[in-house]
């Protein structure tokens, strides 16, 4: 069954006074939840991605701690879900750049990520780069910035950002 979502922005509108104060990815895992785009067999863990970690109160980025990513970080490949709250300017900014620069290991797994993501319309893309792009950090986040939500100076805006990318890049998801 596929399940179109934008009603994301919708979820969110509802939403958004209990959410204050969450971080990327449990606003996005909420809401995937929320709208049962996701079935418990698509709750791949994707585990060894690297010495990055979003702590319980996902506001801490440690470099040398091993943990499980969210499912939706890597069903959406633009680590959504390694996000960060600045308080003092409540934003919600990517750790893309960091992953991408300094753990991720683009040949296995760029692989894993594609597994976890082949029902979805996005998927040839990935194996497109994949094949062609595996050694080349530079060129893959060449290729990802298009869709990356950028910092944003609220929670709201930030919350905009994400609907795009959900809405952009997976706007179909099979379960």
């Known amino acids: 069954m596929q399940f179109k979502l934008p009603a994301v922005a919708a979820f969110f509108a509802a939403a958004a006074p209990a959410m204050a104060g969450h971080c990327g990815v449990d606003v996005v895992v909420k809401a995937l939840q929320s709208l049962e785009t996701i079935t418990s067999n698509s709750y791949n863990l994707v585990q060894g991605l690297g010495p990055h970690n979003v702590e319980a109160t996902c506001g801490t980025f440690t470099e040398n701690t091993h943990k499980e990513i969210a499912e939706i970080d890597v069903v959406l490949?633009?680590?959504i879900g390694v996000s960060f709250a600045v308080p003092q300017q409540?934003?919600?900014?990517?750790?893309?750049?960091?992953i991408l620069g300094n753990q991720f290991h683009a040949q296995n797994e760029l692989h894993q990520h594609v597994q976890v993501i082949n029902n979805t319309p996005f998927a040839s893309n990935f194996v497109d780069v994949e094949n062609n792009y595996a050694n080349s950090i530079d060129q893959f986040t060449n290729f990802l910035n298009p869709f990356i939500p950028v910092c944003a100076p609220t929670l709201a805006q930030s919350q905009q950002n994400i609907v795009h990318v959900l809405n952009g890049i997976t706007a179909t998801v099979v379960v």
């Open 77 to 79: 490949h633009c680590d």
């Open 90 to 98: 409540n934003q919600i900014c990517g750790l893309w750049h960091s």
